[in-house]
């Protein structure tokens, strides 16, 4: 019954995806006609945000690390107050006044062509982990539900995620969250008073015997406050969420729409800690922590709640990929083809490249899927290079005038090697205590420095 209502629930999605796709423009493509509401907004950023990684992951990390889980989402939390307040409505009126549809159309306008040549690959590259990410966390549900190998489960949901928004980008598919995020929100909410029943209450919560650390707020196992360096700065200038602000209508729209995600976040980043440690009292044996949600809401709640509940994961896992599939597709579009390849690419035939490079997204997130290991572990690297890189340089760009062309490449090329050679060399443990990313920024932070020291003239305006 599960496996019927999520395949129901998933064509339903692709109708809605196609319905709102009908004389589809560029523009509303990219940047749904800049016409976003503070409601639209909100909902496409929190439906983006929550993803398998905010609900299957940070479970997991629940299950395994206690309640120092909630920084995994409650450092995406933080770092959306930042762009609410600081990053967003600066960048929305560059981006308003200059057409820029992309991340990279700001940083060509800024820094060059090259720099935003150096994004497009960074992000193509690292995206593709988010996106194997969601359909790992899809092809477990699935295995729960009706028991489908974890390679077909990666196809359903890569197909369905490629579908409804390679029909109507940014427009469909903030049409679609909203959708999504009710039944998210809701799902995820009513189980937990009866999650918390099926477990015995707070006498059986802490009765069993957990590693030590499990009750510390600030770390406990892997997790902790530590999550705010690697989390909180990709949430500034994440690609696909700074080009959902550029959809909004204006200034007030993006305060509006960005903090209201900014306080859900922050919020939801207690619920699936708490559903993972809820599945510890009532599964102790589980063999990957990353099934501790979708087996709590298969086994442990009444069947129609059951289902509901496995409607949102289904639902944050299909709408952070669709988050993915916008980012890769506008940016091969308008950063790689138009920017480089073709200059003179017309509207019609940016429409065409995104539209077929969503669906090339599609396919190699589904193999990566296929041969990658945990969520966690596909996501961390992602999110260390992505803020270690694009952090310094998109800050920079907006608040320091003298900041230029080689400053950005040498900030962004020195935050992505030193992450990526701590990641590899410390197998993601870091060094002196601090994890890779927080080195990564601070040399991106020291070239910036460097190249503004060194007594460039002012760049022109």
Request: include cysteine; glycine fraction near 12%; proline fraction near 5%.
């Amino acid at each position: 019954m599960s496996l019927v209502f999520l395949l129901v629930y998933a064509a339903a999605l692709v109708a809605i995806g196609w319905w709102s796709s009908r004389r589809m423009t560029a523009p509303e493509f990219f940047v749904a006609g800049r016409q976003l509401s503070p409601v639209l907004l909100a909902g496409t950023l929190i439906a983006a945000n929550i993803g398998a990684g905010s609900t299957v992951g940070a479970a997991g990390l629940g299950y395994r690390d206690g309640v120092a889980a909630w920084w995994w989402v409650g450092s995406a939390g933080l770092g959306s107050v930042a762009l609410g307040l600081w990053v967003g409505p600066r960048i929305w009126r560059v981006a308003a006044a200059d057409d820029h549809r992309t991340v990279g159309d700001y940083l060509h306008a800024r820094f060059g062509p090259d720099v935003r040549a150096v994004m497009a690959v960074l992000l193509w590259c690292g995206s593709l982990s988010i996106l194997a990410a969601q359909l790992i966390a899809l092809a477990g549900l699935l295995e729960v539900v009706a028991g489908l190998p974890r390679t077909y489960g990666c196809i359903i949901g890569g197909v369905v995620a490629t579908l409804y928004f390679t029909s109507g980008g940014l427009r469909s598919s903030t049409l679609v969250n909203q959708v999504q995020v009710v039944v998210l929100v809701a799902g995820l909410l009513l189980a937990v008073p009866f999650a918390w029943h099926a477990a015995g209450g707070l006498a059986t919560l802490v009765a069993p015997a957990v590693p030590p650390g499990y009750w510390n707020p600030l770390g406990g196992g892997a997790s902790g406050l530590m999550y705010v360096a690697l989390l909180a700065p990709s949430f500034v200038v994440s690609p696909g969420l700074l080009q959902k602000v550029f959809g909004a209508r204006d200034t007030r729209t993006v305060r509006t729409g960005v903090l209201v995600n900014a306080v859900v976040l922050l919020l939801f980043a207690a619920v699936p800690p708490l559903l993972g440690m809820l599945a510890r009292v009532l599964h102790p044996t589980l063999g990957n922590h990353e099934l501790a949600l979708p087996t709590l809401l298969h086994d442990d709640l009444p069947p129609w709640l059951g289902t509901l509940a496995m409607a949102a994961l289904f639902s944050a896992e299909v709408s952070t990929a669709d988050a993915v599939l916008f980012m890769l597709s506008t940016s091969m579009a308008r950063d790689l083809y138009r920017g480089h390849l073709w200059p003179g690419a017309t509207d019609v035939e940016q429409l065409r490249v995104a539209r077929i490079a969503a669906v090339a997204s599609g396919v190699l997130g589904v193999a990566v899927a296929i041969w990658a290991g945990s969520i966690i572990t596909a996501m961390k690297l992602f999110y260390s290079v992505l803020s270690a890189s694009l952090f310094v340089p998109v800050v920079a760009g907006l608040f320091l005038p003298r900041a230029r062309r080689s400053d950005a490449r040498a900030a962004m090329a020195a935050g992505a090697l030193v992450t990526v050679a701590l990641e590899v060399g410390t197998r993601g443990v870091g060094l002196a205590g601090l994890a890779p990313v927080v080195w990564g920024l601070a040399a991106s932070a020291a070239a910036l420095i460097v190249g503004l020291m060194a007594g460039r003239a002012p760049a022109p305006q």
